[in-house]
């Protein structure tokens, strides 16, 4: 990773910018207003402008495109950048499978998901991710994919 490229001023505008989209978000999930949503992806893009290697602007970017506003391609691309960032960190993993699986995508989606459940430490996403796998298994030997 190449952090030490960013200045430590340029972290911390993007830890602000961070923590601004994700207080826009907020308003998002109580307001219902999808504006909030769109000026919180435009926040990440603002951290990710003062800091390319942070991936959690990344993710996030990419969780709002994806279950927010529905922009499945653009999710995809931030989570897989998230992913090449910190590829040891497991959430970008489940969020982009589950957007391949609900995406009609399910060699891409059991490939993340298992990537997924060797990475993350056991607990309830790990059993659902666990679920998701299974039942893509089930829908394939039925010629359901």
């Known amino acids: 990773m190449t952090e030490n490229r960013t200045s430590l001023l340029g972290r911390l505008w993007a830890r602000w910018w961070h ?22 992806v435009g926040s990440f893009q603002r951290a990710t402008r003062c800091w390319p290697e942070f991936a959690p602007a990344y993710y996030r970017r990419g969780l709002i495109r994806g279950r ?7 999710a995809i691309a931030d989570l897989e ?23 009609g995508m399910p060699a891409q989606a059991l490939a993340d998901l298992r990537r997924f459940v ?13 679920r998701q796998i299974a039942a893509i298994e089930a829908e394939s030997a039925g010629g359901m994919v």
């Open 19 to 40: 923590l601004w989209g994700l207080s826009l978000c907020y308003m998002g999930h109580t307001t219902h207003d999808r504006s909030f949503y769109r000026a919180g």
């Open 68 to 74: 927010e506003l529905g922009e499945y391609a653009a």
């Open 81 to 103: 950048r998230a992913s090449a960032l910190l590829p040891e960190w497991p959430e970008p993993y489940l969020q982009r499978g589950l957007f391949h699986r609900f995406n």
């Open 118 to 130: 060797e990475l993350a430490p056991e607990g309830y996403w790990r059993d659902e991710a666990g």
